[in-house]
C-alpha cells in the first residue's frame, strides 16, 4: 500500500459529505476487506475496438475506508484481453482526473494484467482515504482486447480513447462510452471490465447484497420525461445505502457496505441476460467480501420469457436459500411485482400471472427467509389488463418496472432493524 494516498484523502475531504460522520459502532477485530461497490458482468460486448485505448469508469463506493481494492474480470469475454497499466483517482469535470490523485494499481506487484476468458483478478491494496458516496474513478490502458466484458445497465457517465492514456490527468480526446446496450436500442450507459470495489474499514459490520434483475438494476430508475439520465444514483439499493448510512450517525450506528448484484434481464434457472442466478451466485453474492446478508429479487424474466412454471421457480429460489443459508448468511426475499401490459409487450398472460401468484404465496408463508418484502403489495393494485395485475399508475414506468418514486417506495420499506451488527 502506497504513501500518495494522502493526496487523494485530501482531494476527498475537500469535497462535501453527503452524509452526516457516522457515529463509530463496537470495534471489530482489526480491519476487514467488505464490498463496497459492484457491477457484475452479463453481456459481451463488441461494439468498440478498444485495443491501444484508455477506458475511464466511474464507481461509487458505499462505504467509507482506509484502503481499496478494484476487481477486473473478463467473465464474458471470448478472448484475453491485456491491460498494460491501471489507475484510480478522483473525477474531475467531463472525463478528467483531478491533478495529484491518480493511483497506479498493481496486480500481485505488476503494472500489467491479462486475463483470459472467465477471468478476473484483484489489485493489490492502495492505502487511500475512501469516502460513502464519493466517486471515484477507474483507468484502464487496454493494449490488447477484441471485445469487451460488460455489465450492461451501468448508469453511469464513463469514457474512452484512443491512446495509452490512464496516467493522463486531462480528459481532452475522450469520448462518452456508447451507451446503447449491445443488440438493443435501450440507453444503458455500461461499464466495462470493472466489476467491483472493496474498502478496508475498521468500523464496518458487513455488505448487503441485493441479488436480482432489473429491478435491482435500475431499470427505468432515472427515467424522467422518457428519457434515461446517467449518474442519479436512484435504485432501490443506492437508496437503501443512503439510508443506512444516515441511520449510522445515531446511536445504532453499524455501517454496512452494499453491493448491487442486479442484471438487467436476469434468470435464476436457465437462459436470459448473463449468467443465470443459479450459476452466477457464487461469484456475484457468496464471494463478495464481508458479506451479512443477501436480498434477493428474482423470478419474473424466468415466469415471463423463460415459461418456467411456479414449481420450478420456488425450486430454484431454495437453492439459492440454502446456499446462502450453508455460508452463514441472512437471506431475505421480495415478492413477484405485477407485470400486466397492453398489447402483450411485458411477455405476461393469465396463465404466468396464476404462476407469479403461487410463487408469491410461497414466499409469504412458506419461504425460508429471514424475513420477506413484499414489494408485490407495495407496487401493486393497478388495473387487470387482459387478465393481470398491473403496478399502480402512481409507480408505473413501463408496466414492468417501476419510475423513480416506485423506486423510492420500495428502498423506504425496508426495515433497517434486519441490519444489526
Not at 251 to 269: C, E, F, Q, V
Amino acid at each position: 500500500m502506497r504513501g500518495r494516498g494522502a493526496l487523494v484523502g485530501l482531494a476527498l475531504a475537500l469535497l462535501v459529505p453527503a452524509f452526516p460522520a457516522a457515529a463509530q459502532p463496537t470495534p471489530q477485530a482489526g480491519p476487514r476487506w467488505f464490498s463496497a461497490w459492484a457491477a457484475p458482468q452479463n453481456r459481451t460486448e463488441t461494439a468498440l475496438s478498444l485495443s491501444d485505448a484508455t477506458v475511464r469508469t466511474v464507481v461509487r463506493p458505499t462505504l467509507s475506508g482506509r484502503a481499496l481494492r478494484i476487481k477486473l474480470e473478463n467473465t464474458l469475454g471470448t478472448s484475453p484481453v491485456t491491460f498494460s497499466g491501471a489507475w484510480v483517482g478522483v473525477p474531475g469535470p467531463g472525463a478528467s482526473v483531478v491533478p495529484g490523485t491518480n493511483l497506479r494499481l498493481m496486480f500481485t506487484g505488476d503494472t500489467a494484467l491479462t486475463l483470459e476468458p472467465g477471468a478476473g483478478a484483484w489489485s493489490d491494496p492502495v492505502d487511500v482515504r475512501v469516502v460513502a458516496f464519493q466517486r471515484l474513478v477507474v483507468s484502464l490502458d487496454v493494449a490488447a482486447a477484441e471485445d469487451a466484458s460488460t455489465h450492461t445497465l451501468g448508469l453511469a457517465s464513463n469514457h474512452w480513447a484512443w491512446g495509452r492514456r490512464g496516467a493522463d490527468p486531462s480528459g481532452e480526446g475522450f469520448e462518452p462510452i456508447p451507451p446503447v446496450a449491445a443488440n438493443t436500442s435501450v440507453l444503458a450507459f455500461p461499464v466495462y471490465w470493472v466489476a467491483a470495489l472493496d474498502v478496508l474499514s475498521d468500523s464496518a459490520a458487513g455488505t448487503i447484497v441485493p441479488f436480482g434483475d432489473s429491478i435491482t438494476d435500475g431499470r427505468c430508475s432515472t427515467t424522467l420525461a422518457g428519457v434515461v439520465r446517467p449518474d442519479l444514483h436512484q435504485r432501490w439499493p443506492d437508496l437503501l445505502a443512503e439510508r443506512l448510512a444516515a441511520r449510522a450517525s445515531g446511536p445504532d450506528g453499524p455501517l454496512w457496505g452494499l453491493a448491487n448484484a442486479g442484471i438487467a434481464g436476469n434468470r435464476i434457472i436457465v437462459g436470459g441476460n448473463g449468467p443465470p442466478g443459479l450459476e452466477r451466485l457464487e461469484r456475484d453474492v457468496l464471494e463478495r467480501a464481508g458479506v451479512t446478508h443477501v436480498i434477493f429479487f428474482e423470478g419474473t424474466n424466468d415466469l415471463a420469457g423463460g415459461g418456467a412454471t411456479a414449481e420450478e421457480v420456488i425450486e430454484a429460489t431454495q437453492r439459492v436459500i440454502e446456499r446462502a443459508k450453508a455460508r452463514g448468511l441472512k437471506i431475505y426475499g421480495a415478492t413477484i411485482i405485477p407485470r400486466g401490459g397492453p398489447d402483450g409487450t411485458t411477455g405476461w398472460s393469465p396463465d404466468r400471472e396464476a404462476h407469479r401468484q403461487a410463487v408469491n404465496a410461497w414466499i409469504r408463508t412458506q419461504a425460508p427467509f429471514d424475513g420477506v418484502l413484499d414489494f408485490a403489495a407495495l407496487l401493486g393494485g393497478g388495473p387487470a389488463i387482459e387478465g393481470a395485475e398491473s403496478i399502480r399508475p402512481e409507480f408505473n414506468c413501463d408496466y414492468t418496472h417501476p419510475n423513480a418514486a416506485g423506486y423510492r417506495a420500495m428502498a423506504e420499506m425496508i426495515d433497517l432493524s434486519w441490519f444489526v451488527r
